[in-house]
């Protein structure tokens, strides 16, 4: 190969490495939303993004490694339940991918969406329960990160909140009208 073609190979993959590394700490709001399959709603994601964990990166395909707990308890409304998944190597992201790696996963995992604009994603149904306005309920999220007993509310919502690994996220169905959550 001669000097003039080694040269502008290396420029090339110069050129690309950079551009790779410059959109790995970018995130357009139009890139890689979340599928309308099985798990989702319909609507376009959000591009904020937040962390707990100890690294912030808004691109899939760059952040962590890392493992998830998700549990949805119902104990307000019969039949009652308490599910529990766990997902294993996923990249860290926010809350609605996870939601929807572990709904690829076990299929047992189900849940539905309604996009509200810029204030993103609210879950409506998790494993077939429904939460509603006539009845006054809602899924509370609520999380427990490693090393804290103490499950805390979601500081974001899950267009926006970026689990840390080992993370417990519970989604508790809730009641305004009792105030148990």
Known sequence: MSSTKLLCSCLFLLVVLTAYTQACGKRNSNDDKPST??????????????????????????????????????????????FRTEIKGVRQRELIYQLEAASNKDKRFRFSLKHFGSMGYLITTMNDL???????????????????????????GISSYMPAHNEVVMFNFSSWATSSH
Do not use: R
């Open 130 to 156: 429904v939460a509603s306005d006539a009845n006054k309920t809602y899924w509370h999220i609520v999380s427990q990160p490693q090393g804290n007993n103490l499950f805390q509310s979601l500081p974001l």
């Open 37 to 82: 399959g099985s798990g989702s709603g319909s609507g376009s994601g959000s591009g904020s993004s937040n962390s707990s964990g100890p690294m912030i990166n808004a691109c899939c395909q760059c952040g962590q490694a890392m493992d998830l707990s998700l549990v949805v308890n119902n104990q307000i409304q019969e039949p009652f339940f308490e």
